[in-house]
């Protein structure tokens, strides 16, 4: 049975890399520096544009960013974290507990580094090769002939709120993928492939094949999906028996291994609290995970359903020992995300968790305990949930509602577990007689489903590969370079999968065609042939015929295919860089094109940030992506890039125009990103219904990508907030501005202080001593104040009108939080919705009550409130603009066609009758001419 239980906080790490290339070209300065105290450390980030430091405390800060710096933090490098972090989570989970380690930062900040390193390099190896080679030895160590260590490993990702098995084939994974489910003893779980590892490199290969199957998916679909969570989970069982072969005693644990997705922030255009689609799958997840660590810090019953992330890391999160790494870039350039990081980092920290031994005695026995404190935990939920309805009461008779709907799930769960109980019992029995020839036998099996899941790409090692190669080029390191499509001599057929042709090498996703290019290897000489005018690009210019490709130069192929060509034995021959090119390379050989077509001329590059630069290169493949997935589906809609100066932080950025048939929107970059994983989910559903030769189910307009039903930002107005540091009244009417800064209307805003019994002023002489006034801000620090936000009315431009002259928005209202740095979605405050024209009078106000901290104190005495008006578009603008569905264009197209051809008909008809009177014309004339020669010859005398 579990023993020793231990309460202990999540320890939290951080680590800070050096700058990479792209932060080298941009000039960027260090703002991060850390510090070891006598217990745990201090991280401090500085504001580039304010000087202001900031400090942070952790357990441990790595710096690993300079060894010859000074006063900026010990040296760490892979050994020093092994040896802090490594072994005492490999301990742990020796003696039977269960471990989770969190890499968490925003993409490039070194995550993959801390947890893989570079693998067959000793002293670049990361935490998790480290481990997996200590487990294994420690393995070998026992020479009990009646002991048996198993180990097994399970890879899944999360991404768009689907959880697939990276350890199968994608051509077989779920439409919908993997349904998590709850079991007695390891809370919410998916079934999918474990294999069973016999040896160090067993594991490698596990983790090689799940990295090359997600690099796949991302190649094919489009870059968001690198922003896919990773759990590697290794299981580890030893088993001591008797001498007659009777179960004595099981030591069993998880290791889960949680790369989680990039932390970047998606708010750009200066927009605050972007109201996106409910339930968006990109943030979602680390939204909710945020939700669960709030909750579990403040003491209070986290929502671990909000999510299949959250519900999938219960255990972990609740039962375990928890340790996260926060990878952060130390680059000016970056300090926005880095200041995320560490904020999230420090909530992080403040939760406890239990932990106790996973040891048991009788494991059967054990099992079916949990199985029967599992049933009466979901009963209890049932039980109480049902009580807040009133009762007993049955489904059929409580119509609809959220609370409704989670009664019946959690009926349905329950049924479905019931089954389930049963079932891992059973398994549970086999595996503990589960023969070291079965698992092996298991293993071979998986084997074989891997020979041709990847579509042609090798499975040689890069270091062994002697024939001419692609290797792959992506932004995210963990999926870079983990791709090799090597090519014999002779011609080699890239291209989509086609039946009447297949392709040596299959490639997916938008822009590659069938036949899409032949790579041709002549001797010692290599050459790419582009067909039917693919998208086909040599070191960032389209090529229309063969041509001759040497080491290091770049292949672009279709929209999201990036690769560097390599040429063993003939590197001489290449372009000889010192270091080879990488995607940013590569991208921004295509840059230069794509800032010209987005507006501006020479002199644009001359001003234009190197960051800008790459988020540009960035839109015009996203925005490519997006016309293509909307010509495919033949929708009436088109996207442009748009750069414009964002009205707060001054800085050049990048929107997306969007042109609805009559009707011009305009996204922010944070909600095209959003939308445009949708459109590759809906893009890849079609293709699937195209090669089966199907109909394309109706999308609703809810779930249509292409389909803007969501509240819209008019704009927004700022509030400054130092009149409330020293507890002053604020009244203004504030001008309304939109994305790109122009006027949209007039708000009415106040903000006043209240005094100690919650009211606001003015107040009288006699009541002098009640007036809040604050000389020194400072005097706030440690006290809680109130205060009264009121929005009277809004005056709209009356230029905002719709194509039918209309008032563009209705339902508009709006929408503001306090403290911008509250990720909880319940500190939103927001008005009543109101659709009466061009004046909106809201009458609102609304008590905020807050502690002052140091953050609180710097936000009200340099910050502001952030004032958004939403509305949504007017129905009589909508209707005439909206996008229509791919089947009633299809039935437009085939009435349209009708119509054509009864007209053809018409013609044909009339053209027939044309015939007809120009040969009964022409006969006529002939007779007249026929009379006229007579008559001429009567007149003559001459006989006919």
Request: some cysteine.
């Amino acid at each position: 049975m579990g023993g020793d239980v231990e309460e202990d906080a999540v320890q939290v790490a951080v680590r800070m890399r050096v700058f990479n290339g792209r932060e080298k070209a941009a000039n960027a300065t260090r703002i991060v520096r850390m510090e070891n105290l006598d217990k745990g450390s201090k991280t401090y980030v500085q504001d580039p544009d304010t000087g202001e430091e900031r400090d942070f405390k952790y357990d441990y800060s790595f710096q690993s960013h300079s060894t010859t710096e000074q006063g900026i933090g010990q040296w760490a490098d892979q050994d020093t974290v092994m040896q802090t972090l490594g072994i005492p989570v490999l301990n742990a989970a020796l003696e039977g507990r269960n471990v989770s380690l969190f890499a968490y930062g925003q993409t490039g900040a070194g995550k993959s580094f801390s947890m893989l390193g570079k693998v067959g390099v000793p002293e670049l190896e990361g935490i998790i090769p480290r481990s997996c080679r200590e487990i294994f030895r420690r393995q070998k160590e026992e020479t009990d002939p009646l002991v048996k260590v198993d180990i097994d490993i399970q890879v899944v990702e999360v991404y768009c709120e689907q959880v697939n098995d990276l350890l199968s084939d994608r051509k077989v994974w779920p439409a919908q993928g993997h349904k998590p489910r709850l079991t007695p003893k390891d809370g919410y779980v998916v079934d999918t492939i474990k294999k069973p590892c016999f040896k160090y490199e067993d594991i490698w290969e596990c983790m090689e094949f799940a990295d090359k199957n997600r690099s796949v998916g991302s190649h094919a679909l489009n870059p968001e999906s690198s922003r896919a969570h990773t759990i590697y989970q290794i299981n580890y069982c030893r088993c001591q028996k008797n001498e007659q072969g009777k179960v004595m005693q099981t030591i069993t644990a998880k290791l889960n291994l949680i790369d989680l997705a990039g932390s970047e922030r998606t708010d750009s255009a200066g927009t605050t609290g972007q109201m996106l689609k409910e339930g968006n799958a990109i943030n979602l997840s680390l939204t909710a995970l945020g939700g669960c660590i709030k909750a579990l810090s403040e003491g209070k019953r986290p929502n671990f359903r909000d999510s299949k992330l959250t519900l999938l890391l219960q255990a972990s999160m609740t039962s375990g020992k928890v340790i996260m790494i926060a990878a952060l870039s130390p680059a000016s350039i970056c300090y926005a995300e880095s200041l995320s990081t560490l904020k999230f980092a420090d909530r992080i920290k403040q939760v406890k968790i239990k932990s106790s031994k996973n040891v048991s005695e009788d494991p059967v026995a054990e099992i079916k305990k949990a199985m029967e404190e599992m049933r009466a935990a979901m009963q209890q939920e049932i039980d109480t949930l049902k009580a807040s309805l009133g009762g007993d009461v049955v489904i059929g008779n409580l119509g609809a509602g959220a609370e409704v709907e989670e009664l019946q799930r959690m009926l349905e769960e329950q049924t479905a577990a019931e089954a389930k109980m049963k079932e891992d019992l059973e398994a549970k029995i086999k595996a503990l007689q589960e023969s070291e020839e079965d698992r092996k036998g298991r293993a071979a099996d998986i084997d074989s489903q891997w020979a041709n899941a990847l579509g042609g790409v090798s499975m040689v090692k890069r270091e062994d590969e002697d024939r001419p190669y692609f290797v792959n080029l992506h932004e995210d390191e963990r999926i870079a370079e983990t791709l090799i499509y090597a090519f014999d001599a002779g011609q080699t057929l890239m291209g989509k999968a086609n039946k009447d042709e297949p392709p040596k090498i299959e490639l997916g996703g938008l822009g590659i065609l069938k036949g899409h290019c032949t790579v041709h290897v002549e001797e010692d000489k290599v050459y790419i042939e582009p067909h039917n005018n693919s998208k086909t690009m040599v070191n960032g210019k389209k090529i229309s015929s063969k041509t001759r490709i040497v080491h290091q130069n770049r292949i672009w192929l279709g929209n999201n295919y990036a690769f560097r060509f390599c040429h063993p034995k003939y590197e001489i021959y290449g372009e000889g860089q010192e270091e080879d090119p990488d995607y940013f390379q590569a991208e921004a050989e295509v840059t230069e094109a794509a800032a010209g077509g987005v507006g501006g001329g020479g002199a644009q590059e001359e001003w234009m940030s190197n960051q800008l630069k790459h988020r540009l290169a960035e839109a015009e493949k996203k925005v490519e992506q997006a016309n293509l997935i909307a010509t495919d589906l033949e929708k009436d809609i088109s996207f442009a890039p748009k750069i414009f100066e964002n009205r707060t932080t001054h800085d050049t950025e990048v929107a997306v125009h969007v042109q609805m048939g009559t009707q011009s929107l305009v996204w922010t970059w944070g909600k095209f990103c959003l939308r445009i994983v949708e459109m590759v989910n809906v893009w890849s559903e079609w293709q699937k219904c195209e090669a089966r030769g199907e109909t394309m189910r109706d999308l609703e307009p809810a779930e249509d990508p292409f389909v803007d039903i969501e509240s819209q930002l008019i704009g927004e107005t700022d509030v400054w907030l130092n009149a409330l540091a020293n507890m002053v009244e604020f009244a203004a009417d504030t001008s309304i501005l939109s994305v790109f800064g122009q006027v949209q209307g007039k708000m009415h805003v106040e903000i006043n202080p209240c005094d100690r019994n919650g009211n606001t002023g003015p107040w009288d002489d006699e009541e002098d001593d009640l007036d809040p006034f604050v000389d020194d801000p400072n005097d706030l620090l440690g006290k809680d104040i109130e205060f009264e936000v009121k929005i009277s009315n809004v005056t709209l431009d009356q230029k905002l009108l719709g194509v039918n002259g209309v008032p563009k928005f209705d339902h508009c209202f709006v929408r503001y939080k306090f403290d911008p740095d509250d990720d909880d979605e319940k500190s939103w405050s927001k008005t009543k919705e109101l659709s009466t024209g061009f004046s909106l009078p809201f009458d609102y106000s609304n008590k905020h009550k807050v502690r002052v901290t140091k953050d609180i104190l710097q936000h009200i005495t340099k910050g502001r409130i952030t004032l958004g008006l939403w509305g949504s578009l007017s129905t009589k603008v909508f209707d005439a603009s909206t996008p229509q569905t791919s089947s009633h264009m299809s039935s437009r197209l085939e009435e349209k066609k009708k119509q054509l051809d009864q007209l053809e008909a018409k013609v044909q008809e009339l053209q027939k009758r044309l015939t007809n009177k120009n040969t009964l014309i022409a006969e006529r004339n002939k007779e007249l001419l026929e009379l006229e020669k007579q008559i001429a010859a009567k007149k003559n005398g001459n006989p006919p």
